[in-house]
C-alpha cells in the first residue's frame, strides 16, 4: 500500500538539494498499469534513446498498434520503418507476442518479489537492468526503486551533489530509502523531461 504523499515529502525533505525540487513540483502520482505487455512495448521503445526521439516514436507506434495489435506479427518491414523503430527493437517486441513469452509477462500480475520479478523480467530478450527497473516503477508502482542504469538520473545526481562514482551515487540514494522511486521521480521532473507515466 502507499504511504502518504505527506510522509513521503516530510521523508525525502531532509535532503536539502533534493527539498529544493519538492518545494517546486507538484507531488509525482504513480498511476496503475492498464497493460504489462504494453508497458514493455514502451520502455523498449525509450531504450538508449532521448526522451523527444522516444516521444515521437512511441506516439507513431502507439497510433498503428490501436487496431492492429492482432496483426502484428504480421506487420511489414515498411510498416516498421515507418514507425521508426530499428531491427533489433522491432524484433524485441515481436519476441513479446509469442506464447513463451506472453506467458512470462502474464504471470508478472501475480509475481510480487522484486528478485523474482528482475529473473522473469530478464528472461525476455531485450530486457535488462533499466527495463526492468522502468518496470518496477512505472508498472508495479513499487516505491523503493533506484534504476542506476538510467543515464538521466546518473547525471543529474553527478551535477547536483558533486558526486562521480556509481558507488558514491549508490550511497547517497540510500538515504531516500523507502522511497527512492519517488526521489527519482522529482529529480526526472526536474528536467523537465517529458517521459510518459
Known sequence: MSALPQLIIS??????????????????????????????IKFIIYQQISTKAGNTIYKRFHKFYQGN????????EEEWRSIGLSIQKK????????????E?????????EIDALKKSLT?????????????LIFSKNYEDIFPIKDLAI???I?????????????????KWAPYRTY???????????????
Open 123 to 135: 528472461s525476455l530478450k531485450g530486457i535488462g537492468e533499466w527495463t526492468a527497473d522502468m518496470f
Open 104 to 112: 512470462v509477462i502474464n504471470s508478472l500480475y501475480q509475481e510480487e
Open 11 to 40: 521523508s525525502l525533505s531532509d535532503d536539502k538539494v533534493l527539498k529544493k525540487i519538492i518545494d517546486e513540483y507538484e507531488f509525482p502520482n504513480l498511476k496503475p498499469s492498464q497493460s504489462y505487455l504494453e508497458d514493455l
Open 69 to 76: 495489435e492482432s496483426k502484428i506479427k504480421n506487420w511489414t
Open 154 to 156: 546518473v547525471n543529474i
Open 158 to 174: 553527478k551535477k547536483l551533489y558533486n558526486v562521480q562514482t556509481e558507488q558514491e551515487i549508490l550511497s547517497l540514494s540510500k
Open 183 to 197: 526521489a527519482c521521480l522529482y529529480l526526472w521532473e526536474s528536467l523537465n523531461d517529458n517521459f510518459p507515466k
Open 91 to 102: 524484433t524485441y517486441i515481436e519476441n513479446f507476442f509469442s506464447s513463451e513469452s506472453l
